[in-house]
């Protein structure tokens, strides 16, 4: 059973003009994405009005935020939501959040560490992995180098690790 830990799915990077909107950074599948929620942050923040800012991010107001001065205090807020509420997941899909923590290992058993980024420079994800003596490699989530994941560990094909 997954925790009902808390997901980021945008984070405010500043003020848009003088009423009380922000800007945001989206690290989801874009704007239609992020209307399906109403509140983030335990509810501290209330979406009034969200749109699309025509540049890969989105333009929000919420209920709680009066004016510019409020607005530019929330720059880097992370707008989070329960992993509960997120939709659930087709086969072989995964979210960033329920991996970054876990074990992992080879397909011989061996333990290598622990999942500590995820990261996509245009190819695709990739697996940041830090071993137990602090040194780090990377994986390709793919099928041939993550063969499987559950709740509790990656496993990865020993042919992949450094």
């Not at 997954?2 to 984070?11: C, F, M, N, Q």
């Not at 329960?82 to 899909?93: A, H, K, N, V």
């Amino acid at each position: 059973m997954l925790s009902d830990k808390p997901v980021t799915l945008a984070a405010i990077t500043g003020a848009h003009g003088v009423t009380g909107d922000v800007r945001l950074k989206l690290f989801g599948e874009g704007v239609a994405a992020l209307k399906r929620y109403r509140a983030f942050c335990d509810s501290k923040l209330t979406v009034v009005n969200l749109r699309d800012d025509g540049k890969g991010g989105a333009i929000a107001r919420f209920a709680e935020v009066a004016d510019r001065t409020a607005a530019e205090k929330l720059r880097g807020t992370a707008l989070t939501v329960p992993r509960s509420t997120l939709p659930p997941l087709g086969e072989g899909e995964y979210y960033h959040a329920d991996l970054l923590g876990l074990l992992a290992v080879s397909t011989t058993g061996e333990e290598l560490g622990e999942c500590i980024a995820i990261d996509n420079f245009g190819a695709g994800d990739v697996l940041e992995i830090r071993k137990p003596d602090g040194k780090r490699f990377m994986v390709p989530m793919k099928v041939e180098a993550v063969p499987e994941w559950t709740d509790e560990r990656i496993v990865i094909e020993a042919l992949y690790v450094e």
